[in-house]
């Protein structure tokens, strides 16, 4: 089936780089996971003060509220499981980290350029959204004080500056132009993406003036690395963009009209995709880097150590203590899982774990369950004027 074979250049292109991991350890406020599979930009509630994070939620959320008005008014029955499919892919990619050779660091699938190719940028940011929602009430990652930072710097970015402004001014006509040129644009737009991305991190930080991170030092390391981590993620995208050239050139044809997916014979697509999603985040994952994430090794470049405490504030506090209830997987891991013990530097390689399993796929049927619902009662709010004339 031509879908498999699209899951397979995905997932080989993600295990490229791939090394044993070992666990560390972690609290829902902090920086590391107990599991090792930490998240390129996601930030911490310990990074953001409650006025920086009160602010980026507004921002977050106007952009939001204009998206889910532009994909009411142009959604049809073909792209809301277009949409959830695609948000449980990304929610499982997001658990795999990849190696940065010489650096001691890793990086992972973002998704927002990918999204925004295929289904537009207003749809890629409700489901970059909802996958973001979902990593931080079940799993906690990512901070829910940091989650409108989160937003912003992971999905507005790639999908409303990156993907306009270099991915479709490079392209144009995704059917005709050559591969090379998806290669590179895909490429150069997922490196501006990553790059925003780690500036916002960066000022993020900065403005809220809560942790000892020099801006200049901060921002030397993130941004380079980010180079790194942006050109795997555009390779990887150029690679699923040119396989879908050929096995389903309506799709994009159509996603680069903006025009509706009534009457496509999507089910091939949305197959691979889904077993992408379960392979990947059920079993994929054992195999993701050990070695931390792009901020968290520029954290510990900067401070020597990779984990922050979160202030003692009444939003922190508040923030920890909702994690703390609705994580049902802290980590994605099972809770009884524990630290590792001291000493034990270098368990089994494949990291063989239930626990991880259990999270990559539950956490991939959450996401599509959600994103799917959401674009039902966006349909049906749509129809429902029409319906009553």
């Known amino acids: 089936m031509a879908s498999s074979r699209l899951a397979a250049a995905a997932v080989a292109r993600l295990c490229k780089s791939w090394h044993p991991g070992w666990p560390g350890t972690g609290r829902p406020d902090g920086l590391t996971h107990r599991t090792g599979r930490t998240t390129a930009v996601h930030m911490a509630d310990a990074l953001i003060s409650p006025a920086v ?23 049809d029955e073909k ?11 990304v929610f499982a990619a997001q658990m795999i980290n990849f190696s940065i050779p010489g650096t001691g660091s890793s990086g992972h699938l ?16 409700l489901v970059i959204a909802s996958v973001l929602v ?4 079940l799993f906690a990652d990512g901070g829910l004080l940091a989650l409108g930072c989160n937003i912003v ?19 144009g006509d995704p059917l005709t132009v050559s591969r090379g040129r998806v290669m590179l644009a895909s490429v150069l737009a997922a490196v501006a993406g990553l790059e925003l991305g780690a500036l916002g991190v960066v ?26 981590i942006g050109a795997v993620e555009g390779l990887v995208t150029g690679a699923v963009v040119l396989f879908l050239r050929e096995a389903q050139p309506d799709l994009l044809d159509r996603a680069a009209r903006r025009q509706s997916l009534g009457g496509l014979r999507l089910r091939p697509v949305l197959a691979g995709f889904a077993v992408a999603a379960l392979v990947t985040g059920g079993v994929v994952a054992w195999f993701a880097s050990p070695y931390a994430d792009g901020l968290e090794w520029s954290i510990a470049k900067v401070t020597g150590s990779e984990e922050l405490a979160a202030p003692a504030t009444a939003a922190h506090e508040a923030s920890t203590e909702v994690q703390e209830k609705t994580a049902i997987l802290p ?8 630290p590792a013990r001291a000493g034990e530097a270098e368990p089994a390689w494949p990291a063989v774990d239930a626990g991880t399993t ?6 991939a049927l959450v996401v599509l369950a959600v994103v799917v619902l959401a674009g039902l009662v966006l349909r049906r709010r749509a129809t429902a004027p029409r319906s009553s004339q």
């Open 53 to 75: 994070g009160g602010a980026m939620y507004a921002a977050a959320g106007t952009t939001l509220a204009y998206s889910a008005r532009k994909v009411r008014a142009s959604l």
């Open 79 to 89: 792209k809301a499981p277009l949409m959830g499919v695609l948000g449980a892919f």
């Open 110 to 125: 973002v998704g927002g350029l990918l999204l925004a190719i295929l289904l537009g940028p207003e749809a890629a940011l």
């Open 134 to 137: 979902v990593q931080a009430l």
């Open 153 to 171: 710097n992971m999905g507005v970015t790639s999908a409303f500056v990156a993907f306009p402004l270099v991915w479709r001014r490079l392209v």
């Open 203 to 228: 000022l993020e930080t900065t403005a809220s003036g809560i942790s000892a991170l020099p801006f200049g030092k901060f921002i030397l390391l993130m941004l380079p690395i980010h180079v790194a």
């Open 331 to 338: 980590d994605y891991a099972f809770p009884a899982g524990g």
């Open 358 to 363: 259990v999270s990559g796929v539950a956490g």
